[in-house]
């Protein structure tokens, strides 16, 4: 029995005299046993590395050297080899999974006698923290007898602490409890293990080397005490600069943890009277010159006074480097790893690459890695919860739990896991399946179609297309999309409603397990599962073959321990989803390598092997270096403290974990580990800025190297310049070396200089290389791409359009708005995905129909407005609200039966509508206008509609213009007729006339236009026959909310007549003024009329307006005039095939601001190329200039000609 340390710094040899003494042990003593025990992660590693140096001790000369008396174990790894055959052995293994169901289920049997934990069982991640926080009590030598004692003795006040302590005894006990006999986990074996060294296995030829560990739990410190106490000998290396046999140093200094073990098991042996041989100083360096500076610089500072001696030289082999992001970061990494091992002094398993927490990395290493061709590890956890097949687990139970929702019905079809069957019995081919999700998708979202009766229903899904202002009328191209539809619905109706009912049948969580299992099976999701492996193996993605394997296995395997935790119990549907999403996400897959030589990529946070060349040290920033990030556990700092006291009191070797304080003190030998990782070079980089952190700072640590040594902060170029003639940072493979000569090119053109030399040699040679020449000649093409649409041929106008445009006037206005645009929508007929939602179109249309409704009765029955009463206003209006909103009929307005808040909508819409038939009814009192028509149709062919608006155009060619005009009033003052146009609006608007000179809003001229045209047709049964036009004005529909101020002092009825008054364009002919409200017709009046917003009576008697609604009648006729003629000139331009990318923008408001093609048009203002059309302001007086002298130039020009 003895028991040596071999002492020395980080960059010092510990293996040497380690492997040395072991092979002069089996030189002298061939028989004897030796063990060389090491972190789990770095076994493999090591045990190559120590074999490696043993044969060059033992069989120099042999080519082939093999050792039985000699293994590199990890702790677990010496408990199967000494256990394998053992019973306790043979226990079933719970995996973290497994356990996190354990301690679900053990909550849900307790949740009476908890204090605390009762309410947090369906927190997210709690299962999982409590979970670890067992774990840690039993890593930690703590039974619940423990507990219970140091619980009895606590002295503290704290309510809380003595809460969480009083539910985890109630729960450690029962874990304990279920736990024995039953199962084992890894960190039992290690107390089995102990037990069995001691008392059953002679050791005393056996020899222990343990190598990697600065600090123990519990249970390897007793497995360790048992090894001194039974073995031969046991050598122990630690990263120390000297021996603690007597008392501890202070918690601050970097070797402190190293420190505290020395001591332990200084003292431990002693206590055992097992001798201590004197300390073994390591004798070698392991590492550079310049690392080796770096090593003894860095104890030198992180002691209690530190006094750094004067630096001697400059460091060559330690390296910062600052880089603009994480992504520029780790491309420069990259890239010098590819050159390093083009050099030919490398390979690739000599780099090791770390960050302090590399999940904010993880998203461009695999990209740029892969750009690279650099074969690389990470070996970073990955959980399984985000596992597709995780998520179709989820959302199975999902369906049935909340109904068959939308998001839940395509979770489970989008995990593309469950397949339905072709004619022959095969999964559908996975193009032809995803074509039919999506058509069902569009579906569903178009009509809301949502719960179980929907999917379920015996009649057949109906699709069919709605085009603006045609009825729908169903093609055989909307049969076959039916027929795609109905195949993925009747899927689920014959797959999903009989699982759900056998499951629900299920009496206990045996037959729940069974259940679950044989349905995946008999619907081939393990088939597909392992057809994923396959292409992921074909593909040469190792990492990812293996994922579904385990993924299946791990669910498996929590059917089996569901079945042996759970069996017989009653079965709960939510507490059986809840434990498999508990056992899931405590899960993660296992990595293994792929080759040999290939780069590791790890956290420095844990142990590495020390067999790397080259570290790069990533993230080198203040907040990660150190780092402040401690694990959050269910035991606060001051928890821990006041528990391990007693702890301690009631037994010595019963600890918890550090506390945060003890772990961040641990911050400079955690790093110090990493910056000594790597045998040769160094190399620091850090971003300096980040998306969700903004400008980050270089780390201290890395700070107080720079300035001890007088490093230089290397800074990793985004991009490269034209003229750049260094470009080895920009050289890797052929292809990334592309992107950065495209770069390069794109550098050239904006500075307007010519690319350097050695950027013209690469050019030289990827032009003619066999496979990047062709791509390289498109990519720099790129550069002289401009964001211009070309202008389509005279075939593709007449394929698109024919010889004739029929179009309504808001389809022109949108050319006005951006001809790109219009180009997208009605020439490729573009469109956007239809959904179930009440959309102000659909408001609009619940509002135009209850109004044509309305004035149809009044009409019909040739009643007067005035005439009415309140309680028949209210019947017939009612009446007609109850015709639109009947469903069977008008299936577009059953999304206001589809949830309360829809309720409440339509609610509010009844109520809106039944104002404004107050409304019209007050207004039809105070003038002679009267609705005569209403949804006047023309060029919509309606038996009772108008004549289009046809123009002809060149090369026989023609456009008409067809639209829908909501009410037509007319007042007949003795022998003449006046006609106006009111259109109905859900919001408020107004006339402009800059927005209908620019063709912005050409809509109530259009109307006009229409109806002057169709004068004779509108007048045919009327007397008498000579008509003016009184103009066109917008009404709001709306349920108005009046303010204090607006009703104070004045009539309640009149605020509420101002409040939803007329606004637009009238005819400023007296006559008609003095009619259209009868507060002007009276002598005396002097004020603004109540019906027409802008319109005022002055004292002089003279009807005026404000707002410049009035138009004379040559006003209205060039106006009109214009109108047509920005008509004809769109139908032109459309058919020379116009597709300019020219936006309006008239101050704030531009064309692009609600398009929905911003993302095919790619307009960017900053692009010399893309600008938007300004639209200047202009006044009545200047837009009727401007017209007046366009129309002079025309006629001018037409004279000429």
């Not at 002055?1098 to 138009?1111: E, F």
């Amino acid at each position: 029995m003895s028991l040596q340390f071999v002492l020395g710094s980080a960059g010092m040899d510990h293996r040497t005299p380690m492997v040395a003494a072991m092979a002069a042990q089996l030189t002298s003593v061939p028989t004897d046993q030796c063990y060389y025990l090491v972190p789990n992660h770095i076994k493999f590693e090591t045990e190559v590395d120590v074999l490696a140096e043993l044969k060059e001790r033992m069989a120099p000369d042999q080519p082939l050297f093999a050792q039985t008396q000699v293994q590199v174990f990890s702790f677990t790894r010496l408990a199967w080899f000494f256990m394998k055959n053992e019973p306790v052995y043979q226990l079933p293994r719970i995996s973290t999974a497994g356990l996190n169901m354990l301690i679900y289920q053990i909550i849900q049997s307790h949740a009476d006698e908890l204090i605390i934990f009762r309410g947090e069982v369906d927190r997210p991640g709690f299962i999982t923290q409590l979970t670890a926080q067992l774990a840690e009590l039993k890593v930690g030598q703590v039974t619940a007898a423990d507990l219970l004692t140091a619980v009895e003795n606590l002295t503290t006040t704290n309510a809380d602490l003595q809460a969480k302590l009083h539910d985890l005894m109630i729960l450690y006990e029962a874990f304990e409890t279920q736990m024995l006999g039953k199962y084992v986990e890894n960190t039992d074996l290690l107390n089995q293990l102990a037990d069995y060294l001691a008392t059953r296995i002679d050791l005393s030829h056996a020899h222990f080397y343990l190598e990697g560990f600065s600090q123990l739990s519990a249970q390897e410190r007793k497995l360790v005490a048992v090894l001194i106490q039974r073995s031969a000998s046991v050598e122990v290396a630690l990263n120390l600069d000297k021996g603690y046999p007597q008392e501890l140093p202070d918690t601050t200094t970097l070797f402190f943890q190293s420190a505290k073990l020395y001591h332990q098991l200084y003292v431990e042996a002693r206590a055992d009277n097992v001798p201590v041989l004197i300390d073994q100083q390591a004798a070698s360096s392991r590492v550079s010159a310049d690392l080796l500076a770096l090593d003894h610089f860095w104890q030198e500072t992180n002691t209690l006074s530190p006094q750094p001696k004067p630096a001697v030289a400059a460091l060559k082999n330690v390296k910062i480097v600052q880089a603009a992001n994480r992504y520029v970061e780790v491309s420069h990494v990259a890239t010098q790893i590819r050159q390093l091992v083009a050099s030919g002094q490398y390979r690739y398993q000599d780099f090791l690459v770390l960050a302090r927490h590399l999940d904010s990395y993880q998203t461009v290493i695999d990209p740029i890695f892969k750009a690279q061709e650099i074969p690389y590890f990470d070996d970073a956890d990955v959980q399984m919860a985000d596992h597709p097949f995780v998520e179709l687990i989820n959302a199975l139970f999902d369906v049935q739990r909340k109904n068959y929702r939308y998001a839940d019905i395509f979770r489970v079809l989008k995990s593309e896991l469950l397949l339905p069957q072709d004619d022959d019995g095969e999964p559908l081919e996975l193009n032809v399946y995803r074509r039919a999700l999506a058509l069902t998708e569009n579906l569903v979202l178009k009509n809301g179609y949502e719960g179980q009766y929907r999917w379920t229903q015996e009649k057949d899904w109906l699709y069919t297309r709605f085009s603006a202002g045609d009825d729908s009328v169903q093609t055989t191209h909307d049969e076959q999309v039916t027929a795609q539809i109905n195949v993925i619905r009747h899927f689920v109706k014959a797959v999903l409603p009989p699982f759900f009912a056998k499951l629900k049948a299920a009496k206990t969580y045996t037959e729940a397990s069974a259940t679950l299992y044989q349905f995946l099976e008999n619907h081939g999701v393990s088939q597909r599962l392992m057809a994923w492996r396959d292409q992921a193996i074909a593909a040469g993605d190792l990492f990812r073959a293996g994922q579904p394997e385990q993924t299946w296995a791990t669910f498996c395997q929590m059917l089996d321990e569901c079945h042996s935790i759970l069996g017989e119990q009653p079965f709960n549907q939510a507490d059986f989803q809840s434990l498999l999403q508990a056992g899931f996400a405590g899960a993660k897959f296992s990595q293994i390598p792929s080759t040999l030589d290939q780069v590791m990529i790890s956290e420095s946070g844990i142990v590495q092997a020390n067999n790397r060349k080259v570290t790069f040290l990533m993230g080198a920033t203040a907040d990660s270096m150190p780092d402040d990030q401690v694990p959050t556990t269910l035991l606060a700092d001051n928890d821990r403290q006041d528990l391990s006291e007693q702890l301690q009191a009631t037994d010595a070797n019963s600890y918890l974990r550090d506390d945060a304080a003890t772990q961040l003190a641990g911050e400079p030998y955690l790093n110090y580990l990493a910056f000594l990782s790597g045998s040769d070079r160094l190399i620091f980089s850090y971003p300096a800025t980040s998306d969700g952190d903004g400008s980050l700072q270089i780390s201290p640590y890395v700070a107080r190297i720079r300035d001890y040594f007088k490093l230089p902060v290397t800074l990793a170029v985004a991009a490269p310049e034209a003229q750049q003639t260094d470009i080895l940072p920009f050289v890797g493979t052929r292809r990334t070396t592309l992107r950065h000569l495209v770069q390069a090119s794109h550098d050239s053109q904006t500075r307007e200089q010519p690319l350097s030399p050695n950027w013209l040699y690469v050019l030289r040679l990827l032009r003619a290389d066999t496979t990047y020449g062709e791509l390289t000649t498109k990519l720099l093409g790129s550069l002289s791409y401009r964001n211009v649409p070309q202008q389509l041929t005279p075939d593709i106008v007449t394929q698109l359009y024919g010889n004739k445009i029929s179009t309504s006037i808001s389809k022109l206005e949108e050319y006005y708005a951006n001809p790109y645009a219009y180009f997208l929508k009605y020439g490729l007929k573009l469109q956007e995905r239809d959904v179930f939602e009440l959309s102000p179109a659909s408001t609009g249309e619940f509002f135009h129909a209850t109004m044509d409704g309305l004035m149809k009765i009044v009409n019909e029955q040739k009643l007067n407005l005035s005439d009415l009463d309140d309680q028949q206003l209210r019947e017939m209006t009612d009446e007609v609200i109850a015709k639109v909103l009947d469903t069977t009929t008008n299936p577009q307005f059953a999304i206001l039966e589809s949830s309360n808040r829809m309720v409440y909508i339509r609610q509010q819409l009844i109520k809106t509508m039944r104002q404004m038939a107050k409304t019209l009814h007050e207004q039809s009192k105070r003038t002679k206008l009267r609705p005569k028509r209403t949804e006047v149709q023309f060029g919509l062919g309606d038996e009772r509609g108008l004549e289009a608006l046809s123009f002809d155009l060149a090369k026989r060619r023609k456009v008409t213009v067809r639209g829908r005009i909501d009410r037509l009033d007319a007042m007949q003052l003795q022998d003449k007729t006046y006609l106006g146009i009111v259109d109905y609006k859900s919001s408020e608007h107004k006339f402009s006339y800059q927005d209908a000179y620019y063709g912005q809003a050409m809509q109530m001229l259009t109307y006009l236009d229409a109806v002057k045209k169709n004068l004779p047709e509108l007048l045919a049964n009327d007397t008498p026959v000579n008509a003016e036009l009184a103009g066109a004005v917008y009404l709001h529909l709306q349920n108005p909310i009046l303010k204090a101020a607006d009703v104070l002092g004045t009539d309640p009825l009149e605020a509420l007549l101002k409040a939803e008054q007329y606004q637009g364009l009238l005819l400023d002919d007296p006559d008609l003024l003095t009619n259209l409200d009868s507060l002007f017709a009276t002598d005396n009046y002097s004020g603004s009329s109540l019906l027409f917003r802008g319109l005022r009576r002055t004292v002089k008697g003279t009807i005026t307006s404000y707002s410049k609604m009035l138009v004379k009648p040559a006003e209205l006729d060039l106006l009109l005039k214009h109108t047509e003629r920005l008509i004809k000139r769109a139908a032109t331009e459309i058919f020379d095939g116009h597709v300019d990318l020219a936006p309006f923008r008239e101050q704030n408001r531009t064309a692009l601001q609600f398009s929905p093609y911003k993302s095919i048009m790619q307009f960017d203002p900053l692009l010399k190329e893309n600008n938007y059309r300004e639209l200047p302001t202009l006044k009545k007086d200047d837009v009727m200039a401007r017209i007046k002298a366009e129309q002079e130039k025309e006629a001018a020009d037409e004279r000429k000609i």
